[in-house]
T-cell receptor
Framework: QKEVEQNSGPLSVPEGAIASLNCTYSDRGSQSFFWYRQYSGKSPELIMSIYSNGDKEDGRFTAQLNKASQYVSLLIRDSQPSDSATYLCAVNIPLYGNNRLAFGKGNQVVVIP | GAVVSQHPSWVICKSGTSVKIECRSLDFQATTMFWYRQFPKQSLMLMATSNEGSKATYEQGVEKDKFLINHASLTLSTLTVTSAHPEDSSFYIC?????????????FGPGTRLTVT
């Protein structure tokens, strides 16, 4: 079982709509969860972190965490063309120390004007 | 805050030569730095984890004698690709984690694109 899984294929959403991304993880000991945005040819940029069950909102982004079900999601409201990027889910792996993060393969989001 | 720089941003070198990439945390002290490699349209691959003042921990399959990592200070880590070959051409990205009571957030540098001819 992969440490972090992001299974959906590319997501196309019309401008102004909500983009919804999901991620599951395997280590029940994980306590820290992150979403990174990566534009093509660029390095990842941290956009959200969440540590407790429930929702966390930051601007147009909402992260949702459910530790019992071992999933974390990201909602992008009022999607803009500038949101077109690959979104990486990252989870800390306590087993390895150093708070090493395991990354999912990413979900590509395309916002259509 | 939490700015990480990398130098150079891109480099072209000939096969057999060595290339050094620098990673600096500009506004915080990074007790741990990570080096990743990313091939086109693929996910990040962790190469190694380095802690200031100690030897790096390499991931399985990463040759430590080929990818030399030095984390000499709390703000600087270097990756040297020795005897580079065309298959080493990739996007190398470092990240840094703040020490002390900081969380597990990793802040990424802008990356270095290496092309070996």
């Amino acid at each position: 079982q992969k440490e972090v899984e992001q299974n959906s294929g590319p997501l196309s959403v019309p401008e102004g709509a909500i983009a919804s991304l999901n991620c599951t993880y395997s280590d029940r000991g994980s306590q820290s969860f992150f979403w990174y945005r990566q534009y093509s040819g660029k390095s990842p940029e941290l956009i959200m972190s969440i540590y407790s069950n429930g929702d966390k909102e930051d601007g147009r982004f909402t992260a949702q965490l459910n530790k019992a079900s071992q999933y974390v999601s990201l909602l992008i409201r009022d999607s803009q063309p500038s949101d077109s990027a690959t979104y990486l889910c990252a989870v800390n792996i306590p087993l390895y120390g150093n708070n090493r993060l395991a990354f999912g393969k990413g979900n590509q989001v395309v916002v259509i004007p | 805050g939490a700015v990480v720089s990398q130098h150079p941003s891109w480099v072209i070198c000939k096969s057999g030569t060595s290339v050094k990439i620098e990673c600096r945390s500009l506004d915080f002290q990074a007790t741990t730095m990570f080096w990743y490699r990313q091939f086109p349209k693929q996910s990040l691959m962790l190469m190694a984890t380095s802690n200031e003042g100690s030897k790096a921990t390499y991931e399985q399959g990463v040759e430590k004698d080929k990818f030399l990592i030095n984390h000499a200070s709390l703000t600087l880590s270097t990756l040297t690709v020795t005897s580079a070959h065309p298959e080493d051409s990739s996007f190398y990205i470092c990240s840094a984690r703040e020490g002390g009571s900081g969380g597990a957030e990793q802040y990424f540098g802008p990356g270095t694109r290496l092309t070996v001819t």
